[in-house]
């Protein structure tokens, strides 16, 4: 019997629970790793790229990122 496993694609959210609009949250949710481990690799491209591009690009993800659904996030709750 050949049984093929589907893994289920997450979307990519902007978290309700983040502590700055939720970007760094709702990446590390999409992408299964550590909040504390997406908010160091954000900081370090900001210290290593300077200021105005990843607050940038930062500001852009903010924008163009959904809202999680409150459905999704009263799970947690």
């Not at 979307?11 to 700055?20: A, M, Y």
């Not at 908010?39 to 809202?67: D, E, H, K, N």
């Amino acid at each position: 019997m050949n049984h093929r496993y589907h893994r289920v694609r997450k979307k990519l959210f902007r978290s309700r629970d983040g502590v700055i609009w939720g970007v760094c949250r709702g990446l590390a949710e999409w992408m299964d790793v550590p909040v504390g481990a997406m908010r160091l690799i954000w900081l370090a491209v900001f210290v290593f790229s300077g200021f105005f591009p990843i607050v940038a690009v930062y500001a852009i993800a903010a924008l163009l990122m959904p809202v999680e659904p409150a459905y999704a996030y009263s799970r947690y709750r």
